[in-house]
């Protein structure tokens, strides 16, 4: 067989526009196998990933059919899979996405361990954040660990340029493709569907939406931010791409992706960050609670504005982005809990569960990251009659409150006894020791 071979090893990049690793290979070599592995490790982890990357690889399979290619499929250790599956092409080398999650590190060494025994290269490729976690460092330092100047020097940061899907994509004659499992069962029955048309689409609707952004993406109720990241998270959007159709940097949308990249950056140079406490020297003096941590992952807390967040997670697979914060701040600075059992129950049902965001925003509401104020705690009440001033969002959710109007939703331990009778909801969980103002 004449001509060049390379593999492109797809991970959390499932597309083809702005795709480096692909589209290097593409213009290249003569041959590219583009190949995805299912690794039988990370298959319980969420049903509803499991779901919606399915459904990515189905829509990436069929637009790597459109170019002239396919995407193979194997089942079993990603590292012995792919190392497999060069050698049988006769690949001189594998193109792989840098990632930044333990995991993916662990993919990383073995990979580049087991290229050099067979004597092909790994080389690795931007794509997963728009600026590469290791591309801003501070003076004296290996990443930033606050995002105010991290922020100010990634806006004034040189990107990288944003490539085209390749024109064709052409496989060794002879390989084959592998069969993709039947799209299993999620949990969330009103879970987004994936896929990089999907995501593309869904950008395109929203964009209109910026300039009123600062108005809508707090507001509970409207329910009117991008639902963008579960595609972010699998790559079916180039983050890149996203925030040139932004079109400035200095925009506060932008700034979320930012948010992203920072994590990230920090996920890399503290890979224990879903376990470990990230700050030096935080305080974590938890409880242990079994039953409030039940009740608050059913939505039994008593607290509508929780409940209401927390039975979105559940039928949606998602969670508005300040319902995160008012579930993850309760869970911790209310009830006392540590936030590795909610992080958990957050990485279980989210289509965008990552490591660095999860993780991230877990430990910065829990005091225990990169917040400069660790001791802030966020009054539920408070934040619900703010954000959810007339409880639109709160009866969405929470059906057996749906009689009582207006605001009056957000503490229904304050309505007259008769009234109380008539509802089907518990009354708000007892703290030892604690003496919420709020409730009086």
Not at 10 to 36: E, N
């Amino acid at each position: 067989m004449s001509g060049r071979t390379a593999v492109v090893l797809f991970t959390r990049d499932l597309r083809v526009h702005d795709h480096p690793a692909l589209a290097t290979a593409c213009a290249a070599f003569d041959r590219v196998v583009p190949l995805y592995v299912l690794d039988p490790a990370l298959a319980g982890h969420s049903p509803n990933r499991n779901r919606f990357l399915h459904q990515c690889l189905a829509e990436l399979r069929d637009t790597l059919r459109t170019l002239g290619g396919d995407l193979v499929i194997r089942r079993g250790d990603p590292v012995a899979e792919t190392i497999r599956l060069a050698r049988e092409v006769d690949a001189e080398g594998i193109g792989l996405s840098a990632d930044v999650s333990r995991y993916a590190h662990r993919r990383e060494r073995r990979l580049r361990a087991e290229c050099d025994r067979h004597r092909m290269f790994l080389r690795l490729f931007p794509g997963v954040t728009v600026v590469e976690p290791g591309e801003l460092r501070p003076g004296g330092g290996d990443h930033y660990r606050v995002f105010t100047p991290y922020h100010r020097v990634w806006s004034g940061a040189r990107w990288r340029e944003e490539l085209a899907a390749p024109r064709r994509v052409t496989l060794p004659d002879g390989i084959a493709v592998g069969r993709l499992p039947a799209t299993p069962q999620g949990e969330s029955p009103d879970a987004a569907v994936g896929g990089e048309s999907v995501g593309q689409r869904r950008l395109t609707r929203w964009l209109p939406t910026l300039p009123r952004y600062d108005d809508i993406h707090d507001d509970l109720a409207a329910d009117e931010t991008s639902r963008l990241s579960p595609y972010l998270r699998f790559g079916c959007l180039s983050p890149l791409t996203v925030a040139n159709r932004a079109d400035d940097r200095g925009h506060p949308f932008v700034r979320q992706l930012c948010w992203r990249d920072f994590y990230h950056q920090v996920t890399a140079a503290f890979p224990e960050i879903a376990a470990k406490a990230y700050r030096r020297g935080a305080t974590e003096d938890w409880r242990y609670d079994a039953a409030a941590l039940d009740a608050w992952t059913d939505g039994r807390t008593g607290m509508p504005i929780v409940d209401a967040g927390m039975r979105q997670l559940h039928a949606e697979g998602w969670m508005h982005n300040r319902a995160r914060l008012i579930t993850a701040g309760y869970l911790t600075k209310v009830l006392g809990l540590d936030w590795r059992p909610g992080l958990a129950v957050f990485s279980r049902w989210l289509l965008d569960g990552d490591v660095p965001d999860n993780s991230g925003n877990w430990q910065w509401v829990a005091g225990t990251g990169n917040d400069s104020r660790p001791y802030r705690g966020l009054n539920p009440v408070r934040q619900a009659e703010r954000y959810d001033p007339d409880g639109g969002y709160v009866r969405r959710w929470v059906p057996e409150l749906a009689a009582v109007a207006g605001k009056a939703v957000h503490q229904p331990w304050r309505l007259p006894p008769e009234v109380r009778r008539t509802l089907d909801y518990p009354p708000p969980l007892e703290v030892p020791g604690a003496d919420p103002v709020w409730l009086r």
